[in-house]
């Protein structure tokens, strides 16, 4: 964000920021369900989390019975150093409802975190160039873990000086083996190739055709139990989320996310004849990525974006340099790639 080199021209994903292959087909029966998606998105909607790349817990590449549990992930730059932006982050979190339970200082910053619903997160801040880079990874439970248990919070952190020894969250889990599986529900994709409907009309919307944004549809890969999202990216010259919201007319804000020297997150959505879309701002000094996301064909419908509100007057309008991290609103996200959930 920001460090890009400005263009506009649209770039169609090839490759997401989550992982879009996570096992075969020929793997143990460890898959996703309508729990799992409940807890992936109480994560989505999380205004600290606010993640720009998003699944559900699932079986983990080359599985052998191992799950994936990480659902959101965010990374964002900072203009100031390791231990500033780490406080901007937690004090961020601490707001959203999130509290450490372990950490530790150096060069890095690593903070894990007890969040609202059993959920957990790591915080990782390292340097980058004059400031830092932060970087989010939060977790749920998966539907047949039997022993998940988040921490006991702690007052203190590496940054006060004081602080239980780190300890990460449980990002992927042993092999759950065959036995809890057996039974499970299977689903499968069954189509080959998603309805071109809705791209259609993403790619006729004229904010985005004016700014050169040409989604494509990706074809379901044969033996891959995930699905991308139809997505496409494209950078602008826009440097504030003000001038955002110019090259977006039609687009409703419904979260913004700035402040403390890092950068700004916004995101938006527009409800097509078919479905709705979500875009996701990343602003920086030297431009702004905006990147589109489509629900996945077969997928559950989002529901999950219906009631969001529009934001009337985003927090982070104007200049955001003064004033600690803030957030407003609630984050519009859709899955970036997706086992077939059963049930």
């Known amino acids: 964000m920001g460090r ?41 909607s999380d205004p600290w989390v606010a993640p720009t790349s998003a699944t559900v817990a699932g079986p983990a590449l080359g599985s052998n019975g191992q799950v994936d549990r990480v659902v959101g992930r965010r990374t964002t730059p900072y203009a100031v150093e390791v231990p500033a932006a780490a406080a901007q982050e937690l004090r961020a979190a601490r707001a959203a409802g999130w509290a450490p339970t372990s950490s530790t200082c150096g ?7 007890a969040g609202p619903g059993d959920a957990a997160a790591q915080l990782t801040v390292a340097p980058d160039g004059a400031g830092a880079e932060v970087a989010v990874q939060a977790v749920t439970a998966h539907h047949l873990d039997e022993t ?6 702690v007052e203190r952190t590496c940054l006060d000086g004081e602080s239980a020894p780190f300890e990460p969250p449980p990002l992927g889990s042993a092999p759950l083996g065959d036995a809890e599986a057996s039974d499970e529900e299977s689903a499968e994709w069954t189509d080959d190739d998603a309805p071109g409907e809705l791209v259609e009309e993403v790619n006729a919307d004229p904010a985005l055709a004016a700014l050169g944004v040409r989604v494509a549809s990706p074809r379901l890969e044969t033996g891959v139990n995930r699905r991308r999202a ?15 919201l110019t090259v977006l007319p039609g687009w409703r804000p419904t979260f913004a996310a700035c402040g403390g020297g890092g950068g700004t997150l916004a995101t938006f959505v527009r409800n097509l004849g078919s479905a709705t879309a979500v875009v996701t701002a990343e602003v920086g000094p030297e431009g702004t990525s905006l990147r589109v996301t489509l629900p996945i064909a077969e997928a559950p419908a989002p529901t999950w974006l219906e009631d969001l509100r529009a934001l009337e007057q985003p927090a982070c309008r104007g200049d955001v340099s003064r004033h600690a991290r803030r957030t407003t609103g609630t984050p519009a996200v859709l899955p970036s790639d997706l086992t077939p959930l059963a049930g």
């Open 230 to 244: 139809p997505a496409a990216e494209v950078t602008t010259g826009a440097t504030t989320l003000d001038e955002v």
């Open 107 to 113: 060069d890095t910053v690593h903070v894990a975190l």
């Open 148 to 153: 998940w248990a988040v921490p006991a919070s």
């Open 4 to 44: 890009a080199v400005v263009r506009r021209h649209a770039v169609v994903l090839s490759v997401l920021l989550a992982p879009v292959l996570a096992g075969c087909s020929d793997d143990p029966a460890i898959g996703s369900d309508r729990a799992d998606l409940a807890a992936a998105i109480a994560v989505w």
